[in-house]
């Protein structure tokens, strides 16, 4: 595979490159894409544990509920906000921006899928309708771990230095507004749960104080006592 053309590229073969000055700094992606290896790896044991346990599928429904709407709302951010700004200013391997979209379409449609099944599931606890979801998402895994090592690897480079600081923003603040109030503290807790404290410090820096704050005071301790009671 062509890797995506950098910017020194693009300056060197004369072709346009619109750069927009100061990087951006695109970390906080990484640790995004880290939530996502990390839930929807576990997804497959998750739904198996809880067949014929009604109690137990009911938490890992909503978890799982939640996980979907979180990758869904990535997705569109990158589809909305993100790629038509790139393939408008930055010269891009057109092999890759194909593969791009053709890998969120096969996670799309795996996750309307899931999605589709959830809410029965999350009442009845049927072992055989845990286990379709299951497969899925292990069939989509692959794919979507590509998808993601691909961006870390040739986007996000070019990303840093053809973005303005408000049009990333933006796309931060369209992953934000999918997540209600009262859950944004336990999203708080599964970004920053496998960051070093360098990152940590860092990721919290675009956090607004008051939700540190809280974050600090009380949602630390909610994150805990939910993801144990879902990762068993």
């Not at 709407?69 to 391997?93: C, Y």
Request: cysteine-free; glycine content about 6%; overall charge negative.
């Amino acid at each position: 595979m062509a890797a995506a053309e950098t910017p020194a590229d693009a300056t060197r073969s004369g072709r346009k490159h619109v750069d927009t000055g100061a990087s951006v700094d695109t970390h906080e992606m990484v640790l995004i894409h880290r939530v996502i290896r990390r839930e929807f790896g576990q997804l497959p044991r998750l739904f198996r544990s809880a067949a014929h346990d009604r109690a137990r599928s009911k938490v890992i429904g909503a978890h799982a509920r939640e996980m979907l709407e979180f990758l869904h709302t990535h997705h569109t951010g990158e589809d909305e906000l993100l790629f038509p700004l790139l393939r408008e200013r930055a010269v891009l391997d057109p092999e890759l921006m194909d593969r791009m979209d053709a890998q969120h379409a096969q996670v799309n449609d795996a996750v309307g899928a899931i999605g589709a099944e959830l809410p029965t599931w999350t009442a009845s606890a049927d072992a055989a309708a845990g286990e379709r979801m299951a497969a899925l998402i292990e069939a989509m895994m692959p794919t979507l771990i590509d998808h993601l090592a691909e961006e870390e690897q040739y986007l996000l480079p070019i990303v840093s230095v053809t973005l303005t600081q408000s049009e990333w923003d933006a796309l931060g603040k369209h992953g934000m507004s999918a997540i209600p109030l009262t859950r944004r503290l336990v999203v708080l807790g599964h970004i920053t749960e496998e960051t070093d404290e360098a990152e940590r410090q860092r990721f919290l820096q675009v956090v607004p104080a008051p939700a540190r704050w809280a974050y600090q005071l009380f949602g630390h301790r909610q994150f805990i006592r939910e993801t144990t009671a879902i990762r068993g």
